[in-house]
């Protein structure tokens, strides 16, 4: 079975700040990875497809990268709206999310 | 507009059997492969099952497999998950979420609101 490592657990970060987020796979998923936001009680919403593919609405400031067993989220100026949880998910045979990045104040 | 709308949570006690529906609505559900995807309290995203667009096919997780089962009436634009022998650890809300087709696949590119359910011991 997949291992997914998702670091770090939690991110403290104030507005304008750049952010990176890490999604490692304990195997190739060649490039089968999104990245998806979840804000406190509602659903999980797709930010990025196939590890670098901008979901259609999703700010620029967002970004993906990687390839292989290692993959990146960044959003380039953190803003008011993107205080939450990140989550990627990985396709290996069956869908495995990581443990999620919850980035805070 | 495009959704999903989830119903049939509730509290059921542990050892009883639930069942889930999902509605779709404004996309051509029967050529989607769809999923169920759940949320513990207070914890991460855990991938329950998937049913291909025209039920044929399903795959389950380890946790849930021999106790729930997918299932999908393209005629009603409907997605169902049965839910048997529930444990308290099955407490969670429950998406069901549509498989994105193309550059897409692999990925849950609409998701439903959630449907709570809580196992009492």
């Known amino acids: 079975d997949i291992h997914v490592t998702q670091s770090p657990s939690t991110l403290s970060a104030s507005v304008g700040d750049r952010l990176t987020i890490t999604c490692r796979a304990s195997q190739s998923i060649n490039s089968w990875l999104a990245w998806y936001q979840q804000k406190p009680g509602k659903a999980p919403k797709l930010l990025i497809y196939k590890a670098s593919t901008l979901e259609t609405g999703v700010p620029s400031r967002f970004s993906g990268s990687g390839s292989g067993t290692e993959f990146t989220l960044t959003i380039s100026s953190l803003q008011p709206d993107d205080y939450a949880t990140y989550y990627c998910q990985v396709f290996s045979g069956y869908w495995t999310f990581g443990q999620g990045t919850k980035v805070e104040i | 507009q495009v959704q999903l709308v989830e119903s049939g949570g509730g509290v059921v006690q542990s050892g009883r059997s639930l069942r889930l529906s999902c509605a779709a609505s404004?996309?051509?559900?029967?050529?989607?492969?769809m999923h169920w995807v759940r949320q513990a309290p207070g914890k991460g995203l855990e991938w329950v099952a998937l049913v291909s667009f025209d039920g044929t096919n399903t795959f389950y997780a380890d946790s849930v497999t021999g106790r729930f089962t997918i299932a999908r009436d393209n005629s009603k634009n409907t997605l169902y998950l049965h839910m048997n022998s529930l444990r308290p650890d099955d407490t969670a809300f429950y998406y069901c979420?549509?498989?994105?087709?193309?550059?897409?696949?692999?990925?849950?590119?609409?998701w439903g609101h959630g449907t709570k359910v809580t196992v009492s011991s």
């Open positions: 404004a996309f051509t559900f029967s050529t989607f492969s």
């Open positions: 979420a549509r498989e994105g087709r193309a550059t897409r696949f692999h990925t849950l590119d609409l």
